[in-house]
């Protein structure tokens, strides 16, 4: 499964799990717009962690925060090289 799928495949579950309404996942909707609050964030973090085995925001030193879709996808994609 690539990292994209993998990324939108537990965004759904989350949403699902704790009753959330998606935005339309597309690369250029805005995080904060999709409908998840802070743990639904956290989750997601916590899940892709364990399935991708990477944590591109706590492994960079750059400092660089997502602020869409594609950029948090492209996190991950990267981190993973």
Known sequence: MSVR???VTEI???AVEQNKTLAPL???VVLLDIGFDSLCFAILIARLEDTLASDPFSESDDGTIP???GDFVRAYENAAK
């Open 5 to 7: 799928l993998t990324i």
């Open 12 to 14: 759904e579950k989350i």
């Open 26 to 28: 597309s690369d250029e």
């Open 67 to 69: 602020l869409t879709l």
